[in-house]
């Protein structure tokens, strides 16, 4: 599993566009090289859902494990699993990007 | 292929054509078919639709790129996550790049018909960055400038398409080519399918356009009549789809499974009204093909929504009245072998329900080869059609796994 900064703020990549269509978060490639085919969509599951909402990039990895634990009455260490293997993913997909290094970001 | 996210906790991936996106409720409009023009930079003989590149009294009454992003972003709020943009030749709108840009950063794959003429350097080189998710689909009227210009009666043309192949071929931009049969090209098949095999993203051989439709604006008694002397006869038709017959066996038992049996005296049993065409003055149509005024719906007074949700349901419930239609269309058996249907219909004889007899004649022609009919008979009077089909299926499978 890819080393995660916890203290990071992420937000969506622009090489990505996420759209929710009937409760369904799906996500669409924008950019070539994000997919390892080139007609995927990607589809997110609840638990990815959750966490996904969370990277607004003002909210750190830390404060995500945090409230999805709190509000979801599980585990700090198993929500912060679940944070760590899907944001890995997001990453290596490069549907995130750090909202540190991001122009937009404040 | 196995992708690494398609076995993670949190994501699957999903080809759009093959797999069921949505498990619980799918999106309100699936897909959105846009024809941009109906103008084109080809004067191809056969073709149901163009008018010239420059026709004037077209250009005005096209919607605007504003229009055609408000549309799209109705589309996106639907759901559609796949828009089709067709002509005409959709590249010579000169909005077409900002169009294209718009659809993709809404999400949608863009699944896009052109014969490749005004493909250019910067265009390939934004299907490049920005993928259309979709393979593009180039027609192709020859493989020669002799022929092809002779089908697309325009000096040049040839040269035009072969540089926008050149092109998405250097860019690595999936695309794949289909063929139209003409007496002009009929020489050049061999080269086509050749060339075809070299295209890295083409699957089997080329399929054809070859039974021609008639104009879909019924605008040309003339054109019509020069359409029909190059169609396909249904023989010749039969020999160019069972070219590969161990291809052409495996579909035809696919599709058996699916699609036979009578369709009764409902007229609308495909799909046209579920999903939505546009013309490029914004008349909604219940599909591509079918531009009978009174079935067709104004985007200009309404909305996407509306044509879906009250406009077009109450289309789907006409029912069939033509005596002809209803004795032999209604109660045939290889409905799914026949081209028959309320646009074809209406281009050929200005009503909905008035049986074709070419397309009548291919369903047949097929019927006989598969032998689910003997010479002589009339699918419409068989009343066992099922045991049938069920039969032909039995033997197309068998062949399919080497037994006799």
Redesign the interface.
Known sequence: MQELDMDARYIPSGNI???E????L???????GI???????????E??KV?WDRLDGKTSLTQVVQLLADQYSVSRQEMEQ?VR??VG?LLK?KMITDARASPASS | ?V???AS??????????KSP??G????LLPSLVIELTERCNNNCVHCYINLPRNDAKAISRELTTGEWKDILNQA?EM?V?AVHFTGGEPLLRDDFAELYLHA??????VLLFTNGRCITPELAEMF????P??KIEVTVYGMQPTTYDAVARCPGAFDEFWRGVQLLLQRKV?FIVKGALLPQNKGDRERFEAWAQTIPWMEGTPSYSMFFEMRGRRDSGKKNENIAQLRTTPEDGLSVLTRDEIRYRKDMAQFCQKYMGASGIRLFSCGAGLSLSIDAYGIIQPCLRLRMPELCYDIRKGSLKEALTVFFPRIREILAENPDYLERCANCFIKGLCEQCPAKSWSEHGTLDTPVDYYCAIAHEQARYLGLIEPGESAWEVTNGRERVERVINTLLEGDTGKT
């Not at chain 1, 997919?35 to 997110?44: A, K, P, R």
């Open positions: 566009v996420a759209r269509i009937e409760g369904e799906i996500i669409v490639p924008l950019v070539s997919g390892d085919i080139d007609d995927e969509l990607f589809s997110v599951n638990t990815g966490i679940d293997g899907f993913e997909r | 292929m992708n690494t996210l993670s906790d949190y994501c699957d991936t999903y080809d759009l054509n996106l949505f619980r409720r799918p999106p996106a759901g996550l993709r950063h809404l999400g949608m794959r490049s960055r920005i993928p998710l979709e999936p």
